[in-house]
């Protein structure tokens, strides 16, 4: 049965496996480095107060995520995307 809920920082390793995923296939995102663990856990802990992610598991396997705002570059200030 499939559940989405908060994302938490144990959901990290998780969450960069299936991003970077997306970088290998080139069907997902613009971004050509990989994410580490390390890295995401920084994500949800800096916008988890005003953008919280959310994940989707199956019986405790997290299937998918979603976030925003996407980039955190200073060229998209003002701007706001969300990633799914």
Request: net charge positive.
């Given at each position: 049965m499939l559940k989405a809920r908060p994302a938490e920082l144990r959901d990290a390793a998780a969450i960069a496996e299936i991003y970077?995923?997306?970088i290998d296939e080139r069907i997902a995102t613009f971004e050509t480095e990989?994410?580490?663990?390390?890295s995401v856990e920084g994500?949800?802990?800096a916008r988890a107060a005003r953008y919280p992610a959310v994940v989707v598991e199956d019986e405790h396997r997290v299937l998918g995520f979603a976030w925003s705002p996407g980039v955190a570059r200073r060229e998209w200030r003002g701007t706001c995307h969300t990633s799914v």
């Open positions: 970077n995923q997306g990989h994410r580490t663990t390390s994500l949800l802990g």
